[in-house]
């Protein structure tokens, strides 16, 4: 009867206590001041499961928490911790607790290496206390809000980067004993990952040890990337383009027009001036050179199979996280970089994009999102080939030919119906017009295109021109006009008075039905990060015969202005802009607006 009454008695009393931060502890513990020499760990607890007697238990705990030791008394504590750690089950939950918040780092190695034991000891011993030891690890991945001095630019310096080496050293060890131990660290860096809107050296602080831990848990590479691409995505949506320019040029407005050409220059900017204006776009930049610093040295090196897998790795991420994410700007240009190493890799990841374009059991967004993907990279990247650039071109053309064979003319031609379809022909002008200087540099390219029959394309039943971007359209119509690919013009004002006599008719002004589009490979406008991209990003220029090719027949009367490739159709509008009288109509049918949900710019200018 006794003992069973003193094993719920001692139950009873260690367990109410749910954390080291009750009020109710702080004050009785305050209350109750004894020098640790007098304290021996092991007696108090032998004294506590034997004896019931808990008051020495309660000094020990607050001598603990108050952590008034020198570096002797330290390691003396973890020391006769770790010999008497069988005694620390579940009962001694508050105490196992206070002995993981000691403040650790600090101290000199022979400490710091005392204490790791202890850690290792006792995980060996207690399982369930695992949670709670992975859970202070990672939260001291974590900087502190004064540590800013610390991390320049998200860049750990050598004092930071040797205050965080022991933590990594102890999980190194805690694997190597525990091998299942890292699905709980991944639970818990998912759980502690800090807020999106904290400041940026906490959240790059965090990502940069989450890179550190890839290099001792390669196995976990996948993963670990995973949660980074999570996070970096919800600041990438949640820092639009249009509100970073509008943060950097918040007076002149014509600069936020010229973005691309500051690209060109190369961001000139003072050194001190590379901060982001908007903190929002800050930890984005720096998050994204620090990928972009590790996707370089993790293919640096001269293994093959090292970069193929990184390859393979970051094409799961994209097609996972990045490709079905809308209305992303920057984190998508991790995977354009890497294309950037190998032609190999350009072409996998383009005949990746295009098999899920003719999947038809991939959804209609999807597939209208990978149409975007190839119509971007096609036409922004400098390492894309002109070979690679005209076989897939050529792919376009003869998936786009086949559809109008089999697509009767008595279908309607909605635009919903059709997405794919429309995607695909938007693609088609898009490159064509941005590359135009490449791709009809000689005879043999313009051959080329002749063989694509684009003037079938534009003159089909579906009127692929009425749905397009009206920037894409007048582009295009200029280029294969100067070449006499194609006569796209009278299409472009047919389609405009129809347009108009809709209005009309119905006495109102309706929105066009127009493609949502989207070209991910946009300009890259964040400041540090943008020397990755710039040298291996393509500006546009317009051939010689299109420059010395000026739009003045008869039918382009009165719209030269919107047809012209001149500097006032070199961006799609933002969101929440409206482009006037792009479509071609002349000026005698009055002024027509045109809205889009969201749009980027094509960058169609001399």
Same mark, same amino acid.
């Given at each position: ?41 092991? %007696? ?33 504590? +973890?020391?006769?911790?770790?010999? /008497? ?6 009962? +001694? ?64 310096? $050598? ?53 550190? =831990?890839?290099?001792?848990?390669? =196995? ?28 950097? +040029? ?21 050194? $001190? ?19 972009? $610093? ?19 790795? !970051? ?18 240009? !991790? ?5 950037? +190493? ?22 209609? @967004? ?42 009767? %003319? ?49 003159? /089909? ?52 039905? /127009? ?19 710039? @040298? ?6 317009? %051939? ?5 090719? @000026?739009?003045? %027949? @008869? ?6 202005? *919107?047809?012209?490739? *001149? ?40």
């Amino acid at each position: 009867m006794s003992i069973t009454t003193e094993k719920r008695r001692l139950s009873s009393i260690l367990k109410p206590y749910p954390s080291l931060e009750s009020p109710k502890l702080n004050a009785s513990l305050s209350q109750n001041k004894v020098r640790f020499d007098d304290l021996s760990i092991e %007696s108090v607890l032998q004294d506590a499961l034997e004896n019931n007697r808990l008051q020495r238990f309660e000094h020990l705990l607050a001598s603990i928490k108050e952590e008034q030791f020198d570096e002797n008394k330290f390691q003396q504590v +973890f020391i006769d911790s770790k010999r /008497c750690v069988h005694l620390l089950n579940a009962n +001694f939950g508050m105490l196992v607790e206070a002995l993981l918040s000691v403040k650790w780092l600090s101290r000199s190695d022979t400490a710091q290496e005392i204490y790791k034991a202890f850690v290792i000891e006792l995980l060996v011993a207690h399982s369930n206390y695992t949670s709670l030891v992975v859970s202070r690890l990672v939260q001291s991945f974590i900087p502190k809000d004064d540590d800013r001095s610390g991390w320049v630019h998200g860049v750990p310096t $050598e004092e930071t980067l040797r205050t965080v080496a022991p933590i990594h050293d102890l999980i190194v060890r805690l694997i190597n004993v525990i091998p299942m131990l890292f699905d709980v660290i991944l639970v818990h860096l998912r759980k502690n990952f800090p807020y999106f809107k904290k400041p940026t050296h906490v959240v790059c602080g965090f990502v940069h040890n989450m890179l550190c =831990m890839t290099e001792y848990s390669s =196995m976990f590479v996948e993963e670990l990337l995973e949660i980074i691409f999570n996070r970096m995505l919800v600041i990438d949506v949640n820092a639009p383009r249009r509100e970073i320019e509008e943060a950097e +040029f918040p007076e002149d407005e014509q600069q936020i027009f010229m973005m691309e050409d500051d690209a060109v220059a190369g961001h000139n900017e003072d050194e $001190e001036d590379v901060t982001m204006k908007m903190p929002l776009a800050e930890t984005l930049d720096c998050c994204m050179e620090l990928l972009f $610093e590790y996707i370089k040295k993790r293919t640096s090196s001269e293994n093959t199979n090292e970069s193929d897998r990184m390859f393979k790795v !970051l094409l799961s991420l994209f097609d996972n996280h990045i490709l079905p994410t809308h209305n992303t700007h920057h984190v998508q240009f !991790l995977i354009f970089y890497f294309c950037s +190493f190998k032609q190999s890799y350009a072409e996998y990841f383009i005949t990746y994009l295009w098999k899920q374009v003719c999947n038809p059991n991939v959804s209609t @967004p999807m597939r209208q999102a990978a149409v975007g993907y190839l119509a971007s990279m096609l036409a922004r990247a400098k390492f894309v080939p002109i070979s690679l650039l005209k076989s897939t071109l050529l792919e376009f053309s003869t998936w786009v030919h086949q559809y109008i064979q089999e697509t009767d %003319s008595m279908i309607g031609c909605t635009l919903k119906a059709h997405m794919v379809f429309y995607s695909i022909c938007q693609a088609i002008f898009y490159v064509v017009a941005f590359r135009s200087k490449h791709l009809t540099a000689s005879s043999k390219n313009l051959i080329f295109l002749q063989s694509l029959q684009l003037s079938s394309i534009v003159t /089909c039943h579906l009127n692929p021109l009425r749905v397009c971007l009206p920037a894409v359209a007048t582009a295009f119509a200029g280029v294969t006009r100067a070449h006499q690919l194609a006569y796209c013009h009278t299409i472009l004002e047919r389609n405009a008075r129809r347009k108009l006599a809709t209005i009309y008719k119905n006495e109102a002004q309706t929105p066009q039905e /127009c493609l949502e589009t989207f070209f991910p490979f946009d300009p890259y406008i964040l400041k540090k990060s943008s020397q990755r991209i710039d @040298p291996i990003f393509l500006q546009y220029q317009a %051939s010689e015969t299109e420059e010395n090719h @000026p739009i003045s %027949s @008869p039918e382009a009367r009165g719209r030269k202005r *919107s047809e012209s490739m *001149s500097e006032d159709v070199d961006d799609f509008l933002q969101e929440s802009k409206r482009l006037k009288n792009d479509q071609g109509a002349p000026q005698d049918f009055g002024e027509m607006h045109y809205t889009y949900s969201y749009g980027v710019s094509p960058g169609f200018h001399n």
